[in-house]
């Protein structure tokens, strides 16, 4: 098998070497942000919109990257290039770099930038024919106005509590409820409910991420022809509505089947949930920066 190469420091490394210092605060602090991208059939899933979020999270964090949003982008497919990679997942992460123990990022002279690629399926191929079971969880979203959840950072453990809930209760995936009680999001990737043939998603300032699988399945939808609304809800609404579905890069759609012991509809993935799958499954080769242009030509 061929070893994998990690892109790290200015240059490919193997994964064995791919190591960052005690004293990267991203480390020490989780002081960075990050991407995870898509590659579907050698077309890397809206690379644009990942780049333009990233550089948007660095932004508010006052992070610099040291590369144009062009080569960052040539990065992510120089790294799949070099693992010969048709099919896989991209992390992209950039810290504030090697500092001092101090929380100052004033003493970190250089941003460090990862690029990792590798094969990935979230859940088990079987778990997105059956769909999932899930709960909701004690831990709430991060309040916007505090840590706002649009800023995809290094800092994750709002969410890692969320999966530390879910594992407890023996369910792969769980639900986080905003401060007021509305339904925000799941621990990686966004939610959406169908109800008498309307589809919405909590709006972003419920304290969800804007997911670009989540803008790409609002798009397909309403394509589709159906509607489709931005729209606060609650737990009741998730329990009664007839289809749940999460959507992330890692995820992709997954239909959610039982939420809090409560069985979604007739307990199967439903018809809306597999025809918008269907067609995202379709629009993520059509779709995207092509890795292996002339190959494909
Ligand atoms: N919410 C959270 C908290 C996430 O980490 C992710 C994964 N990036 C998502 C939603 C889904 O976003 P996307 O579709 O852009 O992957």
Do not use: W
């Not at 070893?3 to 990267?24: R, T």
């Not at 792969?172 to 169908?194: H, P, R, T």
Request: net charge negative.
């Amino acid at each position: 098998m061929k070893e994998q190469l990690i892109f790290l420091n200015g240059q490919f490394v193997s994964k064995k070497d791919a190591v960052v210092s005690v004293y990267d605060h991203g480390f020490l602090y989780g002081d960075g942000v990050f991407e995870g991208i898509r590659v579907y059939e050698g077309n890397v899933f809206r690379l644009q919109e990942h780049v333009d979020r990233l550089y948007d999270s660095a932004k508010s964090i006052m992070l610099s990257i040291p590369y144009s949003k062009q080569e960052l982008s040539d990065l992510v497919v120089e790294t799949l290039r070099v693992n010969d990679l048709l099919n896989a997942y991209i992390r992209v992460v950039v810290s504030r770099g090697v500092g001092n123990l101090g929380l100052d990022p004033a003493s970190c002279s250089r941003p460090q930038v990862i690029v990792i690629a590798e094969e990935l399926a979230l859940f088990p191929k079987e778990l997105y024919e059956s769909g999932i079971e899930i709960v909701t969880v004690a831990t709430r979203r991060n309040r916007s106005d505090v840590l706002s959840p649009k800023v995809k950072s290094l800092n994750y453990l709002n969410n890692i509590l969320v999966r530390i809930e879910a594992g407890l209760s023996g369910v792969n995936e769980a639900l986080m409820l905003n401060d007021q009680g509305y339904v925000a999001e799941g621990s990686a990737d966004n939610v959406f409910i169908v109800k008498n043939g309307e589809i919405l998603t909590p709006p972003g300032y419920v304290g969800a991420l804007e997911g670009i699988t989540r803008n790409a399945i609002m798009e397909i939808a309403r394509n589709l022809g159906f509607s489709m609304r931005e729209e606060v809800f609650t737990r009741h609404d998730v329990y009664v509505a007839d289809e749940v579905f999460l959507t992330g890069t890692a995820a992709e759609v997954i239909a959610v089947v039982k939420v809090d012991g409560r069985v979604v509809g007739d307990g199967k993935p439903g018809a809306v949930t597999n025809q918008l799958l269907k067609e995202f499954r379709k629009t993520v080769v059509e779709d995207g920066v092509k890795v292996y242009e002339q190959q494909i030509v």
